[in-house]
């Protein structure tokens, strides 16, 4: 037993001291089961987040040991869910001072409606079969971000109308880029802060899910805007 220990030991310092610290404040991963960022993340990407991106924080707590930034709108952003505390990957919107509208599907921000183009390629490719048909993508340029969007045709699960809110100090509103498929700030209202762990900046690794359960090499390492 003594000798399986000494053999183990190692491993065990390993995850307690470095791996789980380095995960919790500096790069961390985060796998993405749902929908709600389509065509921007697919449904079996795998995330890496910047825990650095905003600050430094006391390992495995959400205290800060320095800040030095504050999330920007269009930062895809992991958050700590207000409704149940579960990861969520979300696109900042409006920051504090914003005031945030949607009308049928179109951001209204600070009083501005925001630009929206055609799609800048074919992103139906992309997103599981069984919503092809009902899918609909056009550009958004948020704050000088172009970053594509999606729509359902004939949803109704989520509002397509949202009245003006003003975001309140240390607070965030937060959308998905599938915006009839997504639990976002419409439904939990602001994430503070604290709840924000890090920035999303690319992909890691990614499978199939949906369909073939393949892998899909072109995602990998690729970055997200």
Do not use: K, Q
């Given at each position: 037993m003594g000798q399986q220990w000494r053999e183990w030991r190692w491993y065990a310092f390993f995850l307690c001291f470095v791996w789980m610290p380095l995960r919790s404040a500096v790069i961390d991963y985060s796998p993405v089961p749902t929908g709600s960022m389509n065509p921007t993340i697919l449904e079996g990407d795998v995330v890496w987040v910047n825990k650095l991106a905003y600050g430094l924080r006391v390992p495995l707590t959400q205290l800060y040991l320095s800040r030095w930034s504050e999330p920007q709108r269009g930062d895809i952003v992991v958050v700590l869910s207000p409704l149940d505390g579960t990861r969520l990957v979300k696109r900042v919107i409006?920051?504090?001072?914003?005031?945030?509208?949607?009308?049928?599907?179109?951001?209204?921000?600070?009083?501005?409606?925001?630009?929206?183009?055609?799609?800048?390629?074919?992103?139906?490719?992309r997103i599981a079969r069984r919503l092809q048909p009902h899918a609909f993508f056009a550009?958004?340029?948020?704050?000088?971000?172009?970053?594509?969007?999606?729509?359902?045709?004939?949803?109704?699960?989520?509002?397509?109308?949202?009245?003006?809110v003003t975001v309140p100090p240390g607070g965030y509103f937060l959308m998905g880029d599938a915006r009839d498929n997504s639990r976002d700030s419409r439904e939990f209202g602001f994430a503070t802060r604290e709840a924000i762990l890090g920035k999303a900046e690319g992909?890691?690794?990614?499978?199939?899910?949906?369909?073939?359960?393949?892998?899909?090499?072109?995602r990998f390492f690729s970055e997200l805007r």
């Open positions: 409006g920051v504090p001072g914003d005031t945030v509208e949607l009308r049928d599907n179109r951001l209204v921000l600070n009083g501005r409606a925001v630009d929206y183009e055609p799609a800048a390629e074919n992103y139906g490719e550009e958004e340029n948020l704050a000088g971000l172009a970053h594509p969007v999606m729509g359902l045709r004939g949803a109704g699960a989520t509002a397509r109308n949202y009245a003006t992909v890691l690794v990614s499978l199939d899910i949906n369909d073939s359960y393949l892998p899909r090499p072109g």
